[in-house]
């Protein structure tokens, strides 16, 4: 990671080190977190007017519109990050009650993740990415794997 690029990142996210996370991706404004937490890298997912959001979702910066939306791509509930074979995992972060962003587990059992239009990374935990601009996980969500 480029020196700057890296201080931004430790700045806002200060549990990542060199050995818990590597860039995968160049910078993008088209998909955010949300998007890429459900496997999609072509659409920027919040719930403003200018994105798009699930129809009958309520648009809202609450953690039951982010549950109800997740659910729309097929995700419920689940109460363990643990790496489960047959299972895609997803962790959504809030600061307070406000949703700020989400991960997607991989299956090799680390996590990946969006940084708003910045790059993506992979993290070795959910807590490399808590603790800072993006809180702490708050929910964790599952569905049957395809791939």
Known sequence: MPAALHDIAHHVL???TADNYKITSAASWTYNCIAWALGLGD???WPTPSRYWPPDVPREETLDAFLAACATCGFSPCTSSALESGLAK????AL?????????????GW???KLGPNVDIEHADLEAVADGAYGNPVALLCKARTD
């Open 14 to 16: 200060p549990n990542l």
């Open 111 to 113: 996590w990946t993740s």
């Open 43 to 45: 659409i920027w997912w």
């Open 96 to 108: 307070g009650a406000v949703p700020t962003h989400a991960a997607r587990q991989l299956p090799n």
């Open 90 to 93: 997803i962790a959504l972060y």
